[in-house]
Structures are given as structure tokens and as C-alpha cells.
């Protein structure tokens, strides 16, 4: 039985990854080069190649998509048949290894392969391929730092700490550093974690210090960069490859095993241990940001210290070889994207459960499942790989952000709801809950806004009972209240207080319908 490996074989890669490829081909990057940093195969490559030259876009305005708007160019016009060895191509990393596994021989694996694929390759042919691709795979990588090529990054294994004076506790928090390959200019950093979030975060503080990025940043196999570890395609997390494709660099995570492929940022962390932590082995810091003050102090000190066997510093080299290869900052700083399904409610809004927020869209989307891609500032709607809706982020629970064309009012009635359906239901019930229905969608900028409110108080109703209701709403009206917690919590509160006397009113003949909350 073929392994879950060969099933994956051949399914399109997600946009970000896609988006690395393509933008090593912008940066000029030789074909054997980019199969060798990514661990493709070479018809891998071909296939995008491909697609990008039968999009019609040139590279530096592909790489500039969103991932969803890139998938749509690529797929729309662009069509790539496989191939025989495409098929075969995608395989051999898992032949390799299946090889290493006891009496398993390519006989075997061919047998496999022809069950797969019954028009492929003969045994023979089947050899060669793999006789050839195993060349490549076996040349020598020699490793140059050209001024602007690499930076390498890592997180130290010894933790730096400070003492909470609220907890009374240490905090140990983790040590951050980076290093440029020609000049060996040094970076470093404490965060809090090692996770996504204080990863990048630690990156793009990096990338501010050098004042540039280089075409490649090279990483260990870090959690917070890598899913899965492989030694021939190495599976990235979509927020380190969004962060690199922001600041247009090339992701080339450190091979399993392969200590020659890091070791300068393995040499700068020795380094470090005697220029940082020795030095602050006997301070005691109270915040994280007293620690990175200390660190900055440090780390000017290394980088002016001259190399032992030359008459210069990482600092003059830096300045006079590589400062200028360096590729200039976006205008904008990077922001962690964050990535979502959601379903279009009857009101026309989506829920981002985040944040308990509601944000619009055009109301011809409701009920359908759409893509949200958020950062800290920005809210983006996308349906079948069009944006629908942009809006700023906006913290408040259980609030409505709203962009008025989405939501046409002068439409009576949108699937059974209406402002003058729920004022009708109230007055069925009692004058003071028409009246507070009426209130609760006036004080809505929208009445669609005030639908889920008005959908929850009439399951209250159901659920506890109309006279409490009605108690509720007058409560409500008295003190100028309008909405659906404040209701609840009365409801709730009031388990046995008997109704007071409710004297007559007259029909209410001028409730306004919904042509008023236009």
C-alpha cells in the first residue's frame, strides 16, 4: 500500500509557499538553486513557472497578491498537465527513504508505483530517473554569504530571566539572535516565548536594526517557523511564510542533522553566552524591557569589537560591503495574519469569534461560507478568492461594524426579518415591549444591526415567560436601556417578583415601520 507521503504527492501547494517560489525566481535565483533551498522537485518547479508565465502578471506584481487573489490568477487562465515524470519526480524523496527500510528494494517500490500510476514508467525507466535524480541530490553544497544574501536565525538553549515584582516569581524569557552571513553583523533579542507571534516580532525588530532585508533568512527548524521537519521539503507555517513574503525574502530552513548547514548563528551564540549572559550573570532586571535595554548595550559592544584575526569590526565591514545590498523596508511593518472561516448570518454580518465582533458584507453573501484574513488592524472578506468586504478591526464585544451599502434598509423585509416584524411580535405581547423593540433598533445605526438582539430577546420570552418580559422591557424603558444582556440579567434576576398592575393603553396606531430606520 502506497504511504500517506505518496498520497499528498501532487496536490497544489498552499499560496504562501507559492509565493516563495515565485519571488526566488523575481530575486534572480538559478533554477537549481531554488529546487536545492526548497526541496522541490524540478518539475515542481516547472509547474509554477508555468503557471506564473500563462497568468499574464509579471513576478513583482504576483508576489504582490493576496493569497487568495494569487490562487485566482494562477488557476483562472493557467492549466499544467503533470507528465510522467512529474508523477515519478514527486516521489523520490520517498523512495529514498523507503529504500533505507529493511528488504524493501526498488522492485518493490516500482510494483507500487505502476499500481498508482498503470500508464507510468517501465523498470527499467523507472531506474534511470532515480539513478538521476539521486546525482543531484548527492552534489556538494558549498555555502556563500554574498553582502545581502542570507541572515541566519535561532533561539539560544539557555534562558535569560527577570523578577516579577507583582507574582514575586522569576520569569524566564527566551534569547533571540540573528546574524548576517557576509558581514556577521549580530542581532539580539529576549521575548517572552518562542512562539509565532514573539518569533516574528523578533524578526522584523531584526530586520529594523540592519535597516534592510537580505534575499534569504535561514532558520533552524524552529516550532515557530516550521510545522514538520523534512530533509527534502520542510513544511513552513503560513505566518513565517507571510512575513517573508511581506519583506520579499526566501525561506531556507536548516536541513534535520546538518550542523554545517548553521554554523555561524551556532558560533554567535557561543559567542554571546561570554558577551551578554557573563556580563549579566549577576543583575537583576524587574521587566523584559530592562533586559533588552542591558542587551542592546552589549550587543553595540560586540559588533565594534574587532575580528581577532582582522583589523576590522562586523560594524565597519557591515557599513562598507553590505549595507547597500541590503533590499529596503516595505512602508509598512508586517502584521501577524490570522485566517478564519465564517458563515454569513441572516443580518448580513459575520461573526469574528476572536474578538465576539460582527463586521457586514454585501447582503447577496448571506448564508454562504466565506474566508477571513485578519491582522491587528485590518479585516479582510473574501468569497471564492474575491475580496467582498474590508473593514478596521474593532475590539468591542458583542458590537456591529457596518458599512451602509452593504445592508440596502429600503428593502421591507430581508429573509423574514424586519423592524416591523419584531415591533408587531412586541405588541402581540404588550405596548412596553413594542416600545422598547422600537427603541432597541432606533439606537442601531442599522436595523439589521438590532436583529440578533431582537432574536434573543424573543427566546427569552419562550424560555422564561411574557410577564417577565414585559417587566423587563418597562424596566428598560424607564432607565433608557436597550439591549439584549441588560433584558437577560432582569429576566433572570426576577424568578419570583410577581407583575405589577400594567394600567390600559391605548393601540399604538403610529409605530413607525421600517421605512423610518432608513
Not at 492 to 517: C, K
Request: proline content about 4%; glycine content about 6%; hydrophobic content about 35%.
Amino acid at each position: 500500500m502506497l504511504s500517506k507521503d505518496i498520497e499528498m504527492a501532487g496536490k497544489t501547494k498552499p499560496m504562501s509557499i507559492v509565493k516563495q517560489i515565485l519571488l526566488q525566481l523575481h530575486h534572480g535565483q538559478s533554477k537549481k538553486s531554488i529546487v536545492r533551498d526548497m526541496g522541490l522537485s524540478k518539475n515542481t518547479l516547472r509547474r509554477y513557472i508555468l503557471l506564473a508565465q500563462g497568468s499574464g502578471y509579471p513576478l513583482e506584481q504576483l508576489i504582490m497578491f493576496d493569497d487568495p487573489q494569487l490562487e485566482q490568477v494562477l488557476y483562472q487562465k493557467a492549466t499544467v498537465s503533470k507528465g510522467h515524470l512529474y508523477d515519478l519526480e514527486e516521489l523520490f524523496p520517498w523512495i529514498k527513504e523507503e529504500l533505507r527500510r529493511t528488504g524493501v528494494n526498488r522492485l518493490i517500490l516500482w510494483g507500487e508505483y505502476r499500481k498508482r500510476y498503470p500508464a507510468g514508467y517501465s523498470y527499467s525507466q523507472f531506474c534511470w530517473h532515480y539513478g538521476q535524480w539521486l546525482k543531484t541530490q548527492n552534489a556538494s553544497m558549498i555555502m556563500e554569504h554574498d553582502p545581502g544574501d542570507k541572515i541566519f536565525v535561532d533561539f539560544a538553549g539557555k534562558k535569560l530571566k527577570y523578577h516579577d515584582h507583582e507574582t514575586n516569581k522569576d520569569i524566564e524569557v527566551e534569547f533571540f539572535a540573528g546574524i548576517l552571513g557576509h558581514s556577521q553583523l549580530s542581532f539580539a533579542c529576549a521575548v517572552e516565548s518562542q512562539g509565532s507571534e514573539d518569533f516574528l516580532a523578533a524578526c522584523r525588530k531584526m530586520l529594523e536594526y540592519y535597516g534592510g532585508s537580505t534575499r534569504a533568512i535561514v532558520s533552524d527548524n524552529l516550532k515557530s517557523g516550521v510545522i514538520r521537519a523534512s530533509r527534502y521539503e520542510p513544511e513552513i507555517t503560513q505566518s513565517f511564510n507571510d512575513f517573508c513574503n511581506h519583506y520579499q525574502m526566501s525561506v531556507i530552513p536548516t536541513r534535520v542533522a546538518k550542523p554545517k548547514d548553521k554554523p555561524l548563528i551556532e558560533g554567535l551564540i557561543r559567542i554571546l553566552y561570554s558577551r551578554i549572559y557573563a556580563p549579566l550573570r549577576n543583575r537583576t532586571f524587574h521587566s523584559l524591557n530592562e533586559i533588552n535595554l542591558a542587551i542592546t548595550d552589549l550587543l553595540e559592544q560586540h559588533n565594534n569589537t574587532m575580528f581577532s584575526r582582522r583589523n576590522e569590526s562586523r560594524r565597519q565591514v557591515f557599513e562598507d560591503s553590505e549595507k547597500q545590498y541590503l533590499k529596503p523596508l516595505p512602508a509598512d511593518p508586517f502584521e501577524l495574519k490570522y485566517y478564519r472561516t465564517a458563515t454569513v448570518q441572516k443580518n448580513s454580518h459575520i461573526l469574528l469569534g476572536q474578538d465576539k465582533h460582527y463586521y457586514s458584507v454585501p447582503m447577496r453573501y448571506i448564508g454562504k461560507q466565506v474566508s477571513v484574513i485578519y491582522t491587528a488592524n485590518d479585516v479582510n472578506i473574501f468569497f471564492e478568492n474575491q475580496r467582498i468586504a474590508y473593514h478596521k478591526r474593532n475590539r468591542h464585544m458583542h458590537k456591529y461594524t457596518t458599512v451602509a451599502d452593504h445592508l440596502p434598509s429600503n428593502h421591507r423585509y430581508m429573509l423574514g426579518l424586519s423592524p416591523d416584524g419584531f415591533i408587531q411580535w412586541g405588541q402581540a405581547i404588550a405596548q412596553d415591549v413594542a416600545l422598547y423593540m422600537e427603541n432597541l433598533i432606533k439606537s442601531k445605526n442599522h436595523p439589521e444591526q438590532a436583529y440578533k438582539s431582537c432574536q434573543g430577546i424573543q427566546s427569552l420570552a419562550r424560555k422564561l415567560g411574557k410577564e417577565k418580559l414585559i417587566s423587563a422591557c418597562r424596566t428598560g424603558l424607564e432607565l433608557k436601556v436597550y439591549n439584549y444582556m441588560f433584558i437577560r440579567n432582569i429576566m433572570e434576576s426576577r424568578q419570583d417578583v410577581p407583575l405589577a398592575p400594567v394600567p390600559t393603553l391605548p393601540f399604538h396606531e403610529n409605530i413607525r415601520g421600517p421605512e423610518a430606520y432608513q
